[in-house]
């Protein structure tokens, strides 16, 4: 693991640890990179709880209880799917904060109105609404997912004044 992600897991596990909190993903573009990149960090079994990789529309509909007429809905890359997502993951674990993340990482599948680059992602956690936001990122299909997994952390570290609440 390299050394921003490294550095990023660490400061995660120890807003956790400090916070008494537990950690779920709920994954999709970045398929377990979040979770093995924290998970890489000795005693994070103290702070991270579990993750799923629902790659599919099915797997996020079976597994994390999103409705599949809001996948039909909105798509499978939107705010309104990985908000879904962070709540299936909280309602399914033993965490008090949830991240998701779902995108077109490319190099094909990308549309006018969602190119390859864009990626969604959701923060919840207790006693707040959770927080939404999309991302476009360049390069290719390593850098995007990578870039992905920074902005996921990064978002669990900060607030981010751009980011929409969605009840």
């Not at 970045?30 to 979770?35: D, L, Q, S």
């Not at 790659?55 to 409705?67: E, G, I």
């Not at 939107?78 to 399914?92: C, D, F, P, Q, Y």
């Not at 902005?151 to 004044?161: K, P, S």
Request: hydrophobic letters at 40%.
């Amino acid at each position: 693991m390299d050394e921003r992600l490294e550095t990023l897991a660490q400061r995660t596990g120890q807003w956790l640890r400090t916070h008494g909190w537990r950690l779920a993903t709920a994954e999709s573009c970045t398929g377990g990179w979040i979770a093995e990149t924290v998970t890489a960090i000795a005693g994070s079994s103290d702070w991270f709880d579990c993750g799923w990789v629902t790659y599919s529309n099915a797997a996020k509909a079976r597994q994390l209880d999103v409705p599949a007429t809001l996948i039909d809905a909105q798509g499978a890359v939107s705010e309104a799917v990985v908000a879904a997502m962070v709540r299936g993951a909280l309602a399914r674990s033993d965490a008090q904060v949830a991240l998701a993340v779902s995108g077109i990482a490319g190099p094909t599948g990308g549309s006018p109105g969602k190119p390859v680059g864009t990626v969604c992602f959701a923060w919840g956690g207790p006693g707040a609404a959770v927080r939404t936001q999309t991302c476009r990122f360049a390069g290719d299909r390593e850098q995007v997912r990578r870039q992905s997994v920074i902005h996921a952390l990064e978002g669990l570290l900060q607030a981010d004044t751009t980011a929409k609440s969605v009840p």
